[in-house]
């Protein structure tokens, strides 16, 4: 399940130092996924596991200057037990957590949520609800992980990558109309390199100031909007 790990991160975990964990596989087809390694199942082959034992020694070399660990992908909850079982350690170790996700398993992340196992979680929306099938996705799991998080009161935030053609000034409005209300909405400026899809390496990001538009369309749904 674990493919790569960063030793230390100021930016993955707000207001945190982080230990962040990578792991493979996802169960989402994104064609602009700049993750593609730990994606794309022929290139996710070549990548050995990590075992447990091992980052977890690499957690305890840095007790005591890092603060949390971010556990991201690929998607983490399609590894339900030995997410679980990473979990369970890393609170052993008295470490604030974040899980990244794209909502797509509500069961899994509820159980996350259900055994104080998350201090924070990222959600990300790709698009539109009519949009989700493009991306094998199901945009009922998404809004059922979302009501996950807010009825446990979880502190969390909703990204959206604005990648031209998923993300325009429509789709945000119906993502806004749909899952509101929300507390933090971080819109990310997206980078096209390494893509799952090549021909996303083309397409040019939106300038600052239409990230900026971005963000005030979203005010109206969330009490918080950061552009990253």
């Not at 949390?68 to 890393?90: D, M």
């Not at 998080?149 to 998923?166: G, L, M, N």
């Not at 993300?167 to 929300?182: R, T």
Request: glycine share 6%.
């Amino acid at each position: 399940m674990i493919k790569a790990f960063k030793g230390t991160s100021l930016v993955d975990f707000p207001n945190e130092i982080a230990f962040t964990i990578f792991t493979g596989g996802c169960n989402l087809r994104c064609p602009y996924c700049y993750n593609k390694a730990l994606v794309d199942p022929l290139l996710l082959k070549n990548l050995e596991d990590i075992d447990l034992e091992t980052v977890i020694a690499e957690i305890q070399k840095r007790k005591g200057f890092i603060t949390g660990c971010v556990i991201t992908g690929g998607e983490p909850t399609i590894h339900r037990e030995k997410l679980l079982e990473l979990l369970k350690h890393i609170k052993q170790e008295n470490l604030k957590v974040k899980l990244d996700t794209n909502g797509m398993n509500p069961q899994v992340l509820s159980e996350c949520v259900k055994e104080n196992l998350v201090d924070y979680v990222a959600i990300d929306v790709k698009t539109s609800p009519d949009k989700y099938q493009i991306l094998k996705g199901n945009w009922g799991n998404l809004v059922e992980s979302l009501e996950v998080v807010k009825s446990y009161k979880i502190d969390y935030e909703v990204r959206i990558t604005a990648v031209p053609k998923f993300i325009q000034e429509e789709d945000l409005e119906a993502i806004g109309s749909k899952l509101k209300p929300l507390k933090r909405v971080a819109i990310q400026k997206f980078i096209g390199k390494n893509t799952l899809d090549p021909s996303f390496e083309l397409v040019s990001p939106y300038v600052p100031e239409k990230l900026k538009k971005f963000a005030n369309i979203m005010q109206k749904y969330s009490e918080e909007v950061l552009i990253r």
